[in-house]
């Protein structure tokens, strides 16, 4: 049972999932990112939700973006701009462009996650040394 994820493969390519969903996902692979990071930690349930709640909301990934943009290539940088584009609405609390830049992070970890794990990888180490 342990292995289930190694087995998982999705009933579609990531070339036919739409950018809001890629983002949706991208959400959840970077807040387990997140977790993973700090379960290390002897702090309490109270601090690791604090401290990774710090970490995922968006101005947080737009600040990782900025961080990551020299390294990416033009076919991501090109998927970042079309999940920007596309969002249409934000929530009242945020600037439309920093809602979109984090749109734009979340997309992209979840293509990477779904079709290069390794350049995911690569990223994520990149944004450790941040």
């Known amino acids: 049972m342990k292995d289930w994820i190694k087995n998982l493969e999705p009933n579609i390519t990531p070339f036919e999932i739409g950018v809001i969903q890629l983002a949706w996902l991208g959400d959840s692979v970077w807040e387990l990112h997140q977790r993973l990071r700090y379960v290390q930690n002897q702090l309490n349930p109270k601090e690791l939700h604090l401290s990774v709640v710090k970490e995922v909301r968006a101005s947080a990934q ?3 973006l900025k961080f990551i943009k020299p ?3 033009s076919e991501e940088i090109d998927l970042i701009r079309r999940a920007r584009n596309k969002i249409k609405r934000c929530p009242r609390s945020l600037e439309p462009s920093v ?8 997309t992209l970890i979840g293509w ?3 079709n290069n794990p390794k350049r995911l990888s690569k990223l994520l180490n990149h944004l450790e040394r941040k």
């Open 71 to 73: 390294i990416l290539n």
């Open 112 to 114: 990477l996650f779904l």
């Open 62 to 64: 737009a600040e990782a």
């Open 99 to 106: 809602y979109a830049q984090s749109t734009g992070f979340e």
